[in-house]
């Protein structure tokens, strides 16, 4: 606010610029200021005047521009507020972060177009030597984190998959699901799988399929252990690929037995027209005859199998269908009375699988790691009916409330348990872990595979750097879902590590990997 009113600058200007000598003293006297604020006025009268009169924009014109920067500077602001920082190092883990995820380079390159502009986002060759660098890197770090792991993985599910017709050696952990070997081979024989189980010495046992190289590659190594007095590594064929077989086998010949009725069922109405129109039907009834001899002769076929399967399928499982554990005693015994059921060429396959011992190596491991954790056979028997009744337990309906002895029985063997021992819940968590972590198929190392066919449709070529960065981002990413949510693979295997975020680890100095 102005001390002095204009009227008094302009009178002051006019003193000091066309006034006489003494005027500026009496104008001074006047407006009740000092003869320098008269000479500052009519410096400031005189600049405003020329300012005015010298072509450049009026003081209105400043006043409305000055407005305009004021909006657009809040516009500014505001955007500011949303915008998320994006630097090169970002930009970098980004890359990373999204090839190891399984990004197609095509997708990032689109990704970062939408943040950074077309112009400014990095070229494919730059995102290239980003992602070729940090998987030297990641097997560097997966060096020293492998032999922190080789003292954990006990257990192995082992398999191949093929990339562009190279196959992929496959180790999937699968209590912790701990992807420990994903290596790109020549080939897949015995002596590739040998040199790759030879880096696991802990390895106690391992699921496979049938494979030859692979089970060469077992073969030898438990003939080196033999040789030299060490561990036995135990070998069990994986369940999941003689199910499978097996229901291809049945959905195949319940196809077969379909075509056969119908083409019965068109040889009855030829004859049901024939008799109709007056003709001699004796020609299209015997067709019709000897179709549904063949019809009715399939699915009896059929049936006998579908039973035999039944039977030889109950001998695979960690229960007996009366709720008893299971042994390789009745198993073998049920198989044996199951083969002679499953005829045909057809079912060689699962017949092969199923006369291998390899196949009952999961129960053999069973009953010693449940005697382990508990050498009291009648105390054990009643801990292992309690692990089984309690899954056995009928789930609430919505409908009204559950009846029947099935929600209370294992509250009943919880009080056999108690007589038997005080103390039996710790012995109970010891057999409950036995029976949770059995293994009969390689479910994992199938689940493995699955994303490694994902990532492969996305990529033109997995090369053993990219594949290593892809283990490392697995092992480091947090289960999100089911009973290992909230934690990664190596945490779930014990691997002791400062953090296990990915960009983490994939930058963590030596020293700290291991």
Known sequence: MLK????????????????????????????????QTVYDHAQKVQAAVAAEHSGGPTHAELIQENEHLRQENARLWDWLAQTIEFPASKEH?????????????????????????????????????????????AACVLKHLDRQCRTLVLVGCLDEIFFHRRPILVGVEPTSMVWFLGQK?????????????????????????????????????????????L??????????????????????????????????????????????????????????????????AAFARCERSEA??????????????????????????QIASALPKLLGREWSKVCGFLRAPETLTF??????????????????GALVR?????????RGSPSGPTAGSGHVAHLVQMVVCHHGDANWQESYRRVARVLRQTVR??????????VLRMHQARHRTVSQGLLDLKRLYWNCRVFREGKRRGCCPYQHLGVKLPSYDFWSVLHMARGEAT
């Open 4 to 35: 002095i009113p204009i009227a008094a600058w302009i009178a002051n200007a006019a003193a000091c610029l066309t006034g006489t000598y003494g005027d500026v003293t009496r104008q001074a006297e006047a407006a009740e200021c000092s003869r």
């Open 93 to 137: 883990e980004f890359t990373v972060t999204a090839t190891a995820m399984g990004l197609s380079l095509n997708q990032v390159l689109t990704l970062l177009a939408l943040i950074l502009g077309t112009h400014a986002r990095p070229s494919r060759s730059t995102i290239q030597r980003r992602i070729q660098a940090a998987g030297q890197k």
């Open 185 to 229: 081979a020549d080939d897949r024989q015995g002596a590739t799988w040998f040199k790759a189980l030879n880096e696991w010495p802990a390895l106690q046992y391992v699921v496979a399929d049938a494979g030859t190289g692979l089970q060469a590659g077992i073969n030898r190594v438990q003939q080196q252990r033999r040789e030299g007095r």
């Open 231 to 296: 561990a036995l590594l135990e070998n069990g064929w994986d369940v999941f690929h003689t199910t499978q077989e097996a229901r291809r086998v049945l959905r195949l010949s319940w196809s077969r037995v379909e075509r056969l009725w119908e083409q019965a069922e068109v040889a009855t109405r030829q004859v049901a027209q024939a008799q109709q129109q007056g003709r001699d039907a004796r020609c299209v009834a015997a067709a019709a005859r000897s179709a549904w001899t063949k019809a009715e």
């Open 308 to 333: 035999g399967w039944r039977i030889a399928h109950a001998a695979l499982q960690v229960f007996r269908p009366d709720g008893q554990l299971n042994d390789r005693c009745w198993a073998a015994q």
């Open 363 to 380: 129960l053999d491991r069973l009953h010693r790691q449940l005697r382990e954790a508990q050498p009291d056979e009648e105390r054990l």
């Open 386 to 394: 309690l692990w089984w009744l309690r899954r056995q337990r009928p």
């Open 441 to 450: 198929a390689s479910s994992a190392v199938e689940c493995m595979n699955s």
